[in-house]
């Protein structure tokens, strides 16, 4: 069966490829570069021996879009990655973060409109429950007023893809929300690259073990937490990878009760900054530079998941731990 993965060339989307083609699914990727190189495929095929269809394309472009589907007929499968994800570049460039989050999204569920049957999962967010008022987080916790446009763009596209399900019968959704995806995958061969410097804590850890940045900042140990620094549901890529394998395969086997479902994606156990930094400083066998500097704005204390929905209806379970994500991550920055 033909996946088409768009975004697929990115951090998450390339692990995802290859766990459906470790699956025995033939992928087609989209991509338009923006955030990811094309030696990805290299990775990707050094992994799995299979190189994934590869179209270079910018899914904001809708007559692309739509060529795309009448050359690709039989593809009625589609993961959903390519969006912007930068939180602060999103408050300085809003258009451009609502343009290239959710013109895609809709310009994709145009073509699906056409299909006799089609199966579709969204990159969503825990960034939608905002500070949540319980923990661990339930999906049916209240979805507060996001804190950026970008936060913004995962709200509203999970509204667009309900609207659109309850028009379309022939339509069936999932959308994930991921808590904090870190490591890469245990060859070294995929991982995650950022721009410039990182904004998330794990990137920033390793370019600081490697000396790449002289000293990390732990935004307040002000916060009502045991150590006083915030927490956080760090999760393997690739265990979210294989979470996508799971929530596909209910959709390919017309197993989903609903035909728009949510899952929050995460390990449920929540870390401190403070834990990250002992649990890499112990994997990487080096000290870590950092200081405490004040709080971020926007940041919520604590955010962790009640995985108990993915684990009993998708029967999906996280695997990996948070030293196992790390040494990946360390491994990746290494090489
Ligand atoms: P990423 O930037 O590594 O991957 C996104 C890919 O989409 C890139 O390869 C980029 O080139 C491509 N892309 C962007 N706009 C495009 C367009 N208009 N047309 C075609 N391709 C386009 O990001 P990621 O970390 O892999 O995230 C994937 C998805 O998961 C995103 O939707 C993101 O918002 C969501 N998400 C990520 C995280 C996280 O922490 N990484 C957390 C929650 C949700
Ligand atoms: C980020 C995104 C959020 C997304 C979530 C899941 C931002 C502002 N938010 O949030 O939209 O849904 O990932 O992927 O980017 N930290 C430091 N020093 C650093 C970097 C981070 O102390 O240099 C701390 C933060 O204060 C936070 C924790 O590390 O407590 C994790 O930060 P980060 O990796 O940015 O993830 P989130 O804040 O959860």
């Known amino acids: 069966m033909k996946i088409l993965v768009t975004g697929g060339l990115g ?11 470790n699956e025995g699914f033939e ?21 799995t021996n299979k190189q994934p269809i590869f179209e270079k394309l910018d899914l904001r472009d809708k007559i692309s879009v739509t060529d795309f589907f009448n050359t690709h007929e039989d593809i009625n499968s589609i993961i959903h990655f390519a ?14 973060y609502y343009e290239n989050n959710l013109s895609p999204l809709v310009n994709i569920l145009q073509e699906l409109q056409n299909k006799k049957a089609s199966n579709f999962i969204f990159s969503s967010s825990c960034t939608v429950y905002g500070q949540a008022d319980t923990l661990p987080i339930t999906e049916s916790a209240p979805i507060k007023p996001a ?56 990137p920033f850890i390793t370019q600081t073990g ?27 890529v690739v265990d979210l990878a294989k979470a996508h394998v799971s929530a ?32 890499f400083e112990e994997v990487s066998n080096q000290k870590l530079n950092y200081k405490i500097v ?14 108990t929905k993915a684990n009993t209806v ?18 990746w920055e290494n090489k």
């Open 248 to 279: 596909l395969k209910r959709l390919v086997n017309q197993d989903n009760d609903y035909n728009f479902e949510i899952f929050n994606i995460g390990t449920g156990k929540g870390s401190s900054v403070l834990e990250v930094i002992n649990a």
């Open 27 to 47: 992928v087609v990727i989209i991509d338009n570069l923006s955030n990811s190189t094309i030696d990805v495929l290299k990775g990707i095929k050094a992994i």
């Open 147 to 202: 804190e950026s446009p970008y936060g913004n763009t995962k709200q509203v596209g999970e509204e667009i893809i309900r609207d659109t399900c309850k028009v379309e019968p022939n339509l069936n959704a999932i959308a994930l929300r991921y808590f904090n995806p870190i490591g890469a995958h245990e060859t070294g061969n995929i991982g995650e690259l950022p721009l410039g410097t990182p904004q998330n804590l794990v």
């Open 83 to 96: 969006a912007s994800k930068a939180v602060g570049e999103s408050v300085e460039k809003p258009l451009l």
């Open 11 to 21: 951090y998450i989307g390339s692990h995802v490829v290859v766990e459906l083609q």
């Open 210 to 236: 490697i000396g790449k940045r002289d000293q990390l900042s732990v935004f307040g140990n002000d916060y009502p937490t045991e150590d006083g620094t915030c927490i956080r549901d760090y999760i393997h």
């Open 314 to 331: 998708l029967g999906w379970k996280s695997e990996l731990n948070l030293k196992e994500a790390l040494l990946s991550a360390w491994k």
């Open 294 to 307: 004040g709080r971020r704005e926007g940041d919520v204390i604590a955010a962790y998941a009640d995985t």
